[in-house]
Nanobody, 124 residues
Framework: QVQLVESGGGLVQAGGSLRLSCAAS????????VGWFRQAPGKEREFVGA????????YYADSVKGRFTISRDNAKNTVYLQMSSLKPEDTAVYYC?????????????????WGQGTQVTVSS
């Protein structure tokens, strides 16, 4: 069993940066890939990116490639989403999720555990 808690969301101006954290409890966390998703009002949950259990592989959605970076520190049971050059269209609730399998599996159903989400709002 893995419990996930996101933090670091907030209000930022367009062009700014923000770093989200996903803190996990559960001793098997290091065995899982971790993904970030986001959901804007009235829209489906969207894949943002993922990192493998060893941090050797990452995969990003085209919409954030080059702007967002995912890293993890298994010693701290924490995964990070560094967001730069933020745009108003990045506004959403951001979720982290953990599961087995490839970082290229982008559908939400491929993840087993989810956090409660953290709001990110980018003003123009």
């Amino acid at each position: 069993q893995v419990q996930l808690v996101e933090s670091g969301g907030g209000l930022v101006q367009a062009g700014g940066s923000l770093r989200l954290s996903c803190a996990a409890s559960g001793r098997t966390f290091a065995n899982y890939r971790v993904g970030w998703f986001r959901q804007a009002p009235g829209k489906e949950r969207e894949f943002v990116g993922a990192v493998s259990w060893s941090a050797s592989s990452t995969y990003y959605a085209d919409s954030v490639k080059g702007r967002f970076t995912i890293s993890r520190d298994n010693a701290k049971n924490t995964v990070y989403l560094q967001m730069s050059s933020l745009k108003p269209e990045d506004t959403a609730v951001y979720y982290c999720a953990a599961g087995g399998g490839s970082v290229r599996a982008t559908i939400p159903a491929s993840y087993d555990y989810w956090g409660q989400g953290t709001q990110v709002t980018v003003s123009s």
